[in-house]
């Protein structure tokens, strides 16, 4: 059997991981990779093209949020961009040991770089969330301090969906004249971004979690604000990145998120249906359960916590029916430890354990909603004391 008629059979529904990339965006990259090799920073006939689809690439990604063609950094994904943002803001600094505010679910790509900078002397203050995973704006009024150089709270989680109030946030501590940050990485591609509504002065952008290839990304920088270059080198990305640009995955990038920009609306619509169809098929069949992350979620992100039972083994009971989901309670799928985010939303002692995320994408259909469903009706019998909280 060849891979791809394997993969007929497999209802994947972990798209928050990675996404499947766009047949469009796929035939481009391949098309340049093969046809179009030459380095785009030579200056003879075989390089201009290139030049030109990197132009465009650009414009074509910063009209996605907003933003100016130069506003748009091109980077390996979403992990180099967030360190990036985090050590550019501080390493300057360092010898009036710097504060950094960030949030205390932040993806490890945040918070790892968070506790690099503390190891060279900054602090770094972790913002709380309530139960549904949200930063409430009065507590970082409360916690920026002279000493602050950065603060970085995403737009939506991983693991659970919560959108954040990055606006308010923002205003907050521009209000003290400090640089805000946002991992946007499950956001771009997925809701509407308007980096000038949001009043941001960076954000970063992962490809493969919106339909383009893995190993390309960018980072948003408000013009006018000063930032080191994080990789030294030659004069690409403005001399800001250096390094020889990837163009066909910048181009299937751009063309990826055209693609998903232009239809955000109907895709989230469907997303969310799907996620409902699978809520009600839970909730009708008596399965007790609790649904992380509040309303306010990504479309289509569900994060379900199932009493008195093991996520990493409900994984693996789902794989054996060819479902893809993730486990919610591991850090990865390396590590057994508890989540940081649902010990931070405070998920109860006798759920945490039996979380798990499926993240709908727009491969999915309403039949797999229900497949899914139908299958944990399976394995969850019907509960005398049935609850089913949003929390
Ligand atoms: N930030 C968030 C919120 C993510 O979900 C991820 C990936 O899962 C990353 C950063 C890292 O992105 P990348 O895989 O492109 O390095």
Redesign the pocket.
């Known amino acids: 059997m060849t891979a791809a008629n394997s993969l007929n059979k497999i209802i994947y529904a972990d798209n ?2 990675t996404t499947k990339i766009d047949d469009d965006a796929l035939a481009l990259m391949t098309d340049l990779q093969k046809n179009f090799f030459a380095n785009p920073s030579a200056t003879y006939r075989l390089s201009r093209p290139l030049k030109k689809i990197l132009r465009e690439s650009r414009e074509k990604i910063a009209a996605c949020i907003n933003a100016e063609p130069k506003e748009i950094i091109f980077t390996s ?4 961009s ?1 360190n990036w943002a985090i050590k550019s803001a501080v390493l300057a600094h360092l010898n009036e040991c710097p504060n950094i505010i960030t949030s205390a679910i ?2 490890k ?2 918070l790892n770089s968070c506790a690099a900078m503390e190891n060279l002397g900054c602090s770094v203050t972790k913002l709380p969330v309530d139960k549904f995973g949200t930063v409430n704006p009065n507590d970082l009024q409360k916690k920026i301090l002279l000493q602050t150089k950065i603060v970085s709270v ?1 737009l ?3 693991e659970v969906g919560t959108i954040q109030p990055v606006k308010s946030l923002a205003e907050i501590a521009h209000a003290s004249g400090k640089i805000f940050h946002t ?1 946007a ?2 956001a771009v591609g997925h809701i509407p971004i308007d980096v000038k509504l949001l009043g941001v002065d960076m954000l ?1 952008a ?1 490809a ?2 919106f339909n383009a290839p ?1 190993g390309i ?1 960018f980072l948003y920088v408000r013009d006018g604000l000063k930032i080191s270059p994080y990789i030294d080198g030659g004069s690409q990305e403005f001399s800001r990145r250096a390094g020889t640009e990837n163009v066909p995955a910048i181009a299937a990038m751009a063309l990826a998120l055209e693609k998903n920009c232009r239809d955000i609306n109907q895709t989230a619509e469907k997303l969310s249906a799907c996620a409902k169809i699978l809520l009600e098929c839970l909730q009708s069949n008596g399965v007790d359960f609790i649904l992380n992350g509040g309303e306010n979620r990504l479309p289509g992100h569900l994060s379900l916590s199932f009493k008195d039972c093991d996520g990493e083994s409900l994984m693996h009971r789902l794989d054996l029916k060819n479902i893809c989901v993730a486990t919610g309670s591991a850090c990865n799928s390396q590590q057994t430890k508890i989540s940081h985010v649902l010990q931070a939303l405070k998920v109860p002692q006798d759920y945490i354990r039996g979380t798990i995320r499926i993240t709908f994408g727009k491969e999915n259909s309403y039949d797999d909603a229900k497949t899914i469903g139908n299958h944990l009706v399976k394995i969850f019998p019907p509960c005398q004391n049935q609850q089913f909280l949003i929390r």
Do not use: L, P, Y
């Not at 994904?77 to 180099?80: K, L, M, P």
């Open positions: 928050a991981a994904g979403g992990t180099e967030d932040e993806h790509a945040i995403m939506a989680n991983n991992d990485v499950q970063s992962s493969h979690k893995k990304g």
